[in-house]
């Protein structure tokens, strides 16, 4: 069965300094990897998608995130964070008819 | 935009309650699923549906079943709540004419507490 491991529960990260999130994942295929954000009181919003091809994808926000299969991992970074990134962020693995599994989150906390 | 509404964003039941909770998509979507969100655990897969009156089980259907009479409609139902289902719970839809490459849409969420 998928799996995914996002190792840190919380971050801190002073304003304007870059970011980056963990997220390593078990999947015996080739695996369809997302990351969502969570703003306070709100649905997940979608970050960026890796399906295939280049596997440095863009996303919304200034997010990018980079696949490596010979590490199993699809982290994310950002190169300069704002004080409105504060969120927790959900990596997740694509897998059967169409369910996802989410890892357990990250919550990034910005400090001024 | 695809819009997913959920009914409630709070909702307050006793122990024992049947409770209902709605979802509706407005994009035609095949798939729609429920989740449920607790702190330190992420998102646990409940029900999922790929088609009207088709469900399926996900990895934590105990205590829950869903309906979904109408393409747009899924409902979650609490046949008899208990106070360990207090939780935040989500709804999500997506197409299913690509395979699992099309990202899930979510809705804001029901925080629901049983007392």
């Known amino acids: 069965a998928q799996s995914v491991t996002q190792p840190d529960i919380h971050i801190t990260v002073s304003e304007g300094a870059s970011l980056e999130l963990r997220c390593n994942y078990s999947?015996?295929?080739?695996?369809?990897l997302f990351w969502y954000v969570q703003s306070p009181g709100q649905g997940l919003q979608l970050l960026l998608k890796?399906?295939?091809?280049?596997?440095l994808v863009q996303g919304i926000k200034g997010f990018e995130a980079e696949f490596k299969r010979s590490q199993s991992s699809f982290n994310l970074r950002k190169p300069s964070v704002h004080w409105s990134d504060a969120a927790e962020y959900f990596c997740a693995v694509g897998a059967g008819y169409s369910t996802l599994t989410f890892g357990k989150g990250t919550m990034l906390l910005v400090s001024p | 935009d695809v819009k997913v509404t959920q009914s409630s964003r709070y909702l307050v039941k006793r122990t024992g309650e049947k409770v209902f909770l709605e979802c509706v998509q407005d994009?035609?979507?095949?798939?729609m699923f429920w989740y449920r969100q607790d702190p330190g655990l992420g998102l646990r897969l409940i029900y999922f549906s790929y088609d009207v009156k088709m469900k399926e089980k996900g990895d934590i259907p105990e205590g829950y079943s869903v309906s979904r009479e109408k393409k747009e409609r899924f409902s979650l139902i609490l046949e008899s709540a208990s106070t360990n289902q207090t939780s935040m719970y989500l709804c999500?839809?997506?197409?299913?004419?690509?395979?699992?490459?099309?990202?899930?849409?979510f809705g804001d969420g029901t925080r629901l507490s049983i007392l």
């Open positions: 999947y015996g295929a080739t695996p369809y």
């Open positions: 994009m035609d979507h095949e798939n």
């Open positions: 890796y399906f295939s091809g280049d596997t």
């Open positions: 999500a839809s997506s197409p299913s004419d690509t395979p699992v490459n099309q990202p899930q849409h």
